[in-house]
C-alpha cells in the first residue's frame, strides 16, 4: 500500500510509483539489445522531467531520493545521455546540496 493508502497493484495511485516503474521499465529495455525500445524509454522518461525536478525540489526525502535515483539511470544512458537537458533543468545546485547532507 502507498501513502494514500491504495493497494500497491494499483496503477498509477501516486506520480512516484509511477516513476518507479518507468525506471524498471528503463532497466529491462537496457538488458535487451534493442536500442530502439532503449531510445524510446529515454524519450519518455524526458517527458517526466518536470515531475522529476518537482520530486527533487520538494521536501519528502523519499521522493527526493526516488527522482535523484531516476536522474541518475536517466544520465547513465549509454548514447547521447541528455546532459544538457538536465543542466537546463537546474536541478544540478540541489544534488550538490544533496552531498552536503
Given at each position: 500500500r502507498c501513502k494514500r493508502n491504495v493497494p500497491l497493484s494499483f496503477v498509477g495511485c501516486c506520480p512516484l510509483k509511477r516513476i518507479r516503474q518507468r525506471?524498471?521499465?528503463?532497466?529491462?529495455?537496457?538488458?535487451?539489445?534493442?536500442?530502439?525500445?532503449?531510445?524510446?524509454?529515454?524519450?519518455?522518461?524526458?517527458?517526466?522531467?518536470?515531475?522529476?525536478?518537482q520530486g527533487v525540489m520538494g521536501n519528502d526525502p523519499a521522493v527526493q531520493t526516488e527522482c535523484t535515483t531516476q536522474f541518475r539511470r536517466l544520465l547513465s544512458i549509454e548514447k547521447n545521455p541528455p546532459i544538457q537537458q538536465v543542466i537546463d533543468t537546474h536541478v544540478v545546485p540541489r544534488f550538490v546540496e544533496f552531498l552536503s547532507r
Amino acid at each position: 500500500r502507498c501513502k494514500r493508502n491504495v493497494p500497491l497493484s494499483f496503477v498509477g495511485c501516486c506520480p512516484l510509483k509511477r516513476i518507479r516503474q518507468r525506471g524498471m521499465m528503463e532497466d529491462q529495455a537496457n538488458d535487451g539489445s534493442d536500442g530502439n525500445v532503449a531510445r524510446s524509454l529515454a524519450a519518455s522518461k524526458l517527458e517526466q522531467l518536470p515531475a522529476m525536478v518537482q520530486g527533487v525540489m520538494g521536501n519528502d526525502p523519499a521522493v527526493q531520493t526516488e527522482c535523484t535515483t531516476q536522474f541518475r539511470r536517466l544520465l547513465s544512458i549509454e548514447k547521447n545521455p541528455p546532459i544538457q537537458q538536465v543542466i537546463d533543468t537546474h536541478v544540478v545546485p540541489r544534488f550538490v546540496e544533496f552531498l552536503s547532507r
